[in-house]
């Protein structure tokens, strides 16, 4: 078994999913602890911490690293550590090396709150003041304890040698020697809460962030305050970094996202950029000699600024975002399944892709920061309201507007360009004077009647694309229906008129040739009609209210879940058959919680054998379609709010309302065989992946399991890890292709001047295979003229090599190794000299169950074939007309099919796993 396939294993454990298995995050770049830069050779490297895990990011903002497995706990401190990264989590510091846990440091009785690196010397301290220094063995060089209340903020000031600074919530600040293990002085604290410090190019001079949103410049040689500085009133400096590029300009982040420019000389005000983040700035960098400024903030975004030459603003340079409000609606896009949509109440539609970070964007609302400079307002005050409905379809996406999204309170219906990533100039309102009679279109003559908006126009609350890409069908909450172009975003005709405000539409569905369009209207009705004709053709009355409408790719089977808690399966194929036949609804399956939670949200496995239906409490529950049965029941710390199944099945991908990140649930059924039992009948709590992977006890669990193959931490492979596993020898490509065709390499570099004889030699004395051959001894000594004796002892003389003299003695493991170390003329000549012989003394057949053997063990894969192809060669008559070793030639067609087999299984399965997860063409 391998290791994926162990990994996906069908173990149904009391804390496990039976059918999901926890595989990561996306959408996270930073959390509330800020971003901290690192320069290796000639360029600059961020690291953020996201939860339980860091990530790497390059200059251009490209995830370059994340750290391998997740930690038991969320990151309270971080910071790079020459090669190293230090990261805090509770009262453990645990050191990682290229992702990997090299050392933990556990010594703190309290909750570590700081980090800072200086050389190679890490220095720690916990909420309770104790600062501790490592060296880089991880043993302790300092241990001291301050009184700053909470510690908040450290540095390293310039020219004071192993002192670091540090400030509390007390308005402290105390210089801690960290080789003496002594508190060289403790400033006065007649300063507010100390929420950060910096410190710049000139000596003695620090400056001081407090939570009442003043900013002190200090001398901390003499303990006294140079001057202060107004960030905001009322609002806490939460960052501060001087200019490398203008040592007298100093640059501070506010907690409500403003960033500030100070000229040092003036003692003044130069610039202010309003709301670069959407929250507080957790942190502010300025790159060391460079006009550039990296900020991060609360609102999961990192951002990256240029200072214009000779000036004192700055320009936005790039940036990378996820949604700063939890999401609330998430859907796959497209048919590979790299891609999904999702929207939030952070008024933002974005795109996310599983298999490249940089390709993540926000779509585009058009020049708002143009607009926003002219209305001297803030660019948030521009935006749409948050999406609360969005649909699309794939077959136009590279032609015109393929996705249509309905805003909170709002009676519009915009369109996106999906290859533009950006908003469409089109926006779809049902213009006044518009004949409601089912079907009629618009008359276009009068484009004053088609351009303005009604008094009072009911919200839409429901939307439908058609598979065409032509049409989009807009349901608002008066119960009236009405369909638009997608191309040019004109009017097609009302398909239903309004019948009240409490008969809101509530779900859409069309099918993919636009024969048929499937709603639902509050309370209980579920009507079907022509997609061409807009006739009314068959409307069913439910037992239940109706919340919304669910169909899988094929279009078969359509769930509707409303306000009880069943969720009710129809059979769709019958109504999109025929454009002129009359819809046929009929219900097959009818699933009931147990618990009676209603259903808020549904998804169809690709295969339309599972349902996924989302409820009230926060849980999602798996469904079989052809038992009836539900097969699973997960609970999270976070409830669910959406969810969406890849079009491959591969993945599972999932919302929730206290978290920001987009969820990805690896499907076990997808990466093999999996056995499903009863029906569940209670929940299960999952914790939830990790923004830097799987869990650990997922690993754990591979590393304990009987068919498990553990690969060494640091990469390198010196012997056979598993017997299990075909192990290459590791040498050249060259040599291994040479040995079968030593032969004809011979005859084409034949040299064209024959020769001169070499001395004759008896011929039964051993000579060494080489241009001028030498006798061997026994003793593997070269017999020359030098020798100190002459006379030649018979008995001294063993006719076979070291290597046949192994294989003779059943020394296999040293043959192989011995085998390994010969050149390929030596192989060739070894294989040449086999002989027959007699009984319990062929050396050929012997030399076979060598082989063999070596076949069965797996090691040096590559050598082991190239000799057999070279022995089958050479000898091939002897082994066609020898009746006695056609057992050897058996057992050795026996072992090769063996080991062939597997290997291509595996070689198979890896390029199918590759082909499906990486879109690749195989």
């Not at 916990?126 to 540095?155: E, F, L």
């Not at 939030?344 to 607009?371: A, Y």
């Not at 996106?416 to 004949?435: C, E, M, N």
Request: one cysteine or more; proline letters at 4%; a negative charge.
């Amino acid at each position: 078994d391998t290791a994926i396939g162990q990994f996906l294993s069908c173990e149904t454990m009391a804390s496990q999913s039976q059918v999901f298995r926890p595989y990561r995050g996306l959408g996270i770049y930073c959390d509330n602890l800020g971003i901290r830069s690192q320069v290796r050779g000639t360029e600059n490297f961020f690291t953020t911490s996201v939860g339980k895990g860091f990530h790497v990011y390059n200059m251009k903002l490209n995830l370059v690293f994340i750290s391998k497995h997740p930690l038991p706990n969320n990151i309270t401190a971080i910071t790079p550590w020459q090669d190293l990264t230090a990261v805090a989590h509770g009262r453990t510091i645990s050191v990682f090396h290229r992702g990997i846990i090299t050392n933990n440091l556990e010594d703190h009785k309290a909750e570590v709150k700081l980090l800072q690196s200086v050389g190679h010397i890490l220095v720690s301290v916990d909420t309770s003041g104790v600062v501790k220094a490592w060296n880089g063995d991880g043993q302790i060089i300092a241990d001291v304890v301050i009184d700053v209340g909470t510690p908040t903020c450290i540095i390293h000031p310039p020219t004071y040698l192993n002192k670091m600074l540090i400030g509390g919530s007390s308005g402290t600040m105390a210089l801690v020697n960290i080789r003496s293990s002594n508190v060289v002085y403790e400033f006065n604290s007649s300063r507010p809460p100390i929420t950060c410090l910096a410190c710049g190019e000139v000596p003695d001079v620090v400056a001081v962030g407090c939570s009442d949103g003043s900013i002190k410049l200090e001398n901390i040689k003499f303990d006294e305050c140079l001057f202060t500085l107004n960030h905001s009133h009322g609002l806490s400096v939460t960052s501060l970094t001087f200019r490398t590029d203008e040592p007298s300009q100093l640059v501070s982040g506010g907690s409500d996202g403003t960033v500030c420019i100070w000229d040092l000389e003036q003692r003044c005000l130069a610039a202010t950029h309003t709301k670069i983040h959407n929250g507080g700035v957790t942190n502010s960098i300025m790159l060391p000699n460079q006009p550039i400024l990296v900020t991060s903030g609360e609102d999961n975004c990192i951002q990256m600024h240029q200072f214009t030459k000779g000036e004192n603003r700055m320009q936005f340079l790039r940036k990378r975002a996820g949604h700063f409000f939890p999401p609330r609606k998430v859907q796959y896009h497209g048919e590979n399944g790299h891609e999904i949509l999702s929207a939030g109440l952070d008024c933002t539609f974005r795109l996310f892709s599983t298999i490249q970070d940089q390709r993540n964007m926000e779509m585009s609302q058009g020049h708002l920061e143009k607009r926003a400079k002219k209305l001297k307002t803030h660019v948030s005050e521009l935006k749409l309201p948050s999406v609360t409905q969005f649909d699309f379809s794939v077959l136009r996406a590279n032609d015109w507007s393929s996705v249509a999204t309905l805003h909170k309170d709002s009676h519009e219906c915009h369109l996106w360009r999906y290859d533009k990533r950006a908003i469409s100039q089109h926006t779809l309102t049902v213009p006044l004077g518009s004949d409601q009679r089912r079907g009629k279109k618009m008359d276009r003559s009068n484009k004053a009647k088609e351009s303005a908006k009604p008094a009072s126009a009911p919200t839409a609350t429901a939307v439908g694309c058609s598979g065409c890409g032509n049409f989009v069908f807009v349901g608002y909450e008066d119960g009236s229906l009405h369909r638009f172009n997608m191309q040019s975003g004109l009017y097609r005709g009302c398909a239903l008129t309004a019948c009240g405000q409490h008969n809101a539409v509530t779900g859409i569905l069309v099918d993919e040739v636009s024969n048929c369009v499937l709603i639902s209207r509050k309370p209980d009705q579920l009507i079907a009609l022509n997609a061409q004709s807009l006739k009314h053709s068959v409307t069913l009355s439910l037992d239940t209210e109706i919340e919304g409408l669910k169909a899988d790719r094929s279009l078969k089977f359509v769930a509707c879940f409303g306000e009880d808690s069943s969720i009710q399966l129809f059979d769709y194929s019958q109504a999109i058959q025929e454009a002129n036949a009359e819809p046929f609804l009929k219900r097959v399956r009818r699933f009931l919680a147990s618990d009676e939670m209603p259903a808020t949200d549904a998804t169809f496995s690709p295969n339309g054998r599972w349902l996924c239906s989302v409820h009230v409490d926060g849980s999602l529950r798996t469904w079989d379609i052809p038992t009836a049965a539900q097969i699973d029941w997960m609970e999270f710390e976070s409830p669910v709010s959406s969810a969406s199944f890849a079009p491959s099945g591969a993945f599972l991908a999932t919302t929730h309302s206290n978290s920001r990140a987009i969820y990805l649930w690896a499907n076990k059924e997808h990466f093999g065989n999996i056995y499903v039992g009863c029906s569940v009948e209670k929940g299960i709590q999952i914790a939830m992946p990790s923004a830097v992977g799987t869990a650990d006890h997922n690993e754990e669990e591979l590393e304990s399991s009987d068919h498990a193959i553990v690969l060494p931490e640091d990469g390198k492979v010196d012997s056979q890890i598993d017997p299990r596993l075909v192990t290459l020898g590791g040498m050249s490509k060259l040599k291994w292709k040479s040995i079968p065709v030593i032969d004809e390499i011979k005859d084409r570099n034949k040299a064209k001047d024959v020769p001169k004889a070499p001395v004759a030699a008896p011929f039964f004395l051993p000579t060494t295979a080489s241009l001028q051959p030498k006798f061997l001894a026994s003793n593997g000594h070269n017999i020359t003229e030098s020798s100190s004796s002459k006379v030649l002892s018979l008995r001294d003389i063993n006719p076979r090599t070291a290597l046949m003299t192994m294989v003779m003695e059943n020394n296999y493991e040293a043959a192989i190794n011995e085998l390994a170390s010969l050149s390929t003329n030596a192989i060739d000549f070894e294989v040449r000299n086999l002989s027959q012989g007699f009984e319990g003394d062929n050396e050929i057949q012997k030399f076979l169950e060598f082989l063999t053997y070596s076949t069965n063990t797996n090691k040096n894969f590559e050598l082991i074939q190239a000799v057999l192809k070279l022995l089958m060669k050479v000898h091939y008559d002897v082994f066609t007309s020898d009746p006695a070793l056609q057992d050897a030639v058996t057992d050795a067609s026996e072992a090769q099919k063996a080991v062939w087999s597997k290997l291509s299984d595996r070689i198979m399965f890896a390029k199918a796993l590759a082909s499906n997860m990486g879109g690749l063409q195989m």
